[in-house]
């Protein structure tokens, strides 16, 4: 797959391509509706296929108050994406210039005049321009016009309800992670890079990963979970990990740390993937450290419990 990272970075205009647009995060099932339908579509009839979206949700320019936090890093979902085949991305700089282009410029410049566009691809809630002037039905009275043709796709529903970004951020902060990823269609994981912390968890005999995040992803609820850690070296490490300010250490701050169980080496400054499986337990402030190693104890005790179940189940 080419990686244009910029409309400035395409160097010359495409030609015949199959264009499916969207913002893509968290590459769910309805977004993966949409990009198989593309790839289908420019499969028969001899086009490359181009997914064309944004280097960050339109909401954190003009709305940023309102700016959701991601499910998928941008790493992540171009992984995603180059999964299914895409031939093209192309991932826009949403800035002020683009956020006030007018949707006949859109059309004109971008999407046919630069990707080469000869279907079109998105959801019918999806629109574009200034305003949000371009949607669905300002498309369909374009098509002859422009010569292209639109596919626009109803949303993708699982379990009753419609597979949306804001579903699944829903899910992952209330811990639900077996529905996120039903809805997601693959895995949820948070990303990052293995910080210093306190060091007080080898202290206490429970040495722990902190984890700061590469980009603003949806983090689950505080409280303290089972999950699996893939290192950089593709490793996979089982885990209690804590989310919250860990109430019991004074002036400890918030923090994402994980107890990789059965391991004991540096990883500082590499790059970890943190898989959810499990909530056990909302945070509790203990009286003293002993009571909160004690704890610990339990906590790693359930984890390989947890976990175990999963592998047999």
Not at 78 to 93: H, P, R, Y
Not at 301 to 311: F, H, S, T
Request: hydrophobic share 40%.
């Amino acid at each position: 797959m080419k990686l244009y990272n910029g409309l400035q970075t395409i160097p010359q205009p495409l030609s015949r391509s199959t264009v499916a647009i969207g913002s893509f995060d968290g590459v769910h099932l309805g977004h993966q509706a949409l990009i198989q339908k593309a790839v289908e579509d420019a499969d028969r009839n001899g086009r490359d296929t181009v997914v064309f979206t944004f280097d960050r949700h339109p909401a954190e320019l003009l709305r940023p108050e309102n700016a959701p936090e991601l499910i998928t890093t941008s790493a992540q979902r171009i992984a995603l994406i180059q999964e299914m085949g895409v031939d093209i991305m192309v991932i826009a700089a949403f800035d002020m210039e683009l956020a006030n282009t007018d949707r006949d410029t859109f059309l004109s410049k971008i999407l046919k005049g630069l990707l080469g566009a000869e279907a079109i691809v998105e959801g019918n809630d999806f629109c574009f321009g200034k305003n949000r002037a371009g949607d669905v039905n300002y498309l369909r009275s374009m098509e002859s016009g422009y010569n292209f043709e639109l596919h626009a796709l109803d949303p993708v529903m699982v379990e009753g309800a419609p597979a949306s970004s804001s579903r699944i951020r829903g899910l992952i902060r209330t811990a639900q992670f077996k529905e996120a990823e039903m809805v997601l269609g693959h895995g949820y994981f948070l990303e990052g890079v293995v910080v210093h912390g306190q060091h007080l968890g080898r202290v206490l005999g429970f040495p722990t990963i902190n984890l700061e995040l590469f980009e603003r992803q949806v983090v689950p609820k505080d409280g303290i979970y089972a999950v699996l850690v893939t290192l950089q070296d593709g490793r996979i490490v089982q885990g209690a990990c804590s989310i919250g300010n860990r109430p019991t250490v004074e002036s400890a701050g918030r923090s994402v740390e994980t107890n990789l169980l059965d391991f004991n080496e540096d990883l500082y400054g590499q790059k970890v993937s943190i898989r959810f499986i499990s909530f056990l337990r909302s945070e509790i402030k203990f009286n003293n450290l002993d009571d909160l190693v004690d704890q610990m104890k339990i906590d790693v005790k359930n984890v390989r419990e947890v976990l175990q179940n999963r592998l047999i189940n």
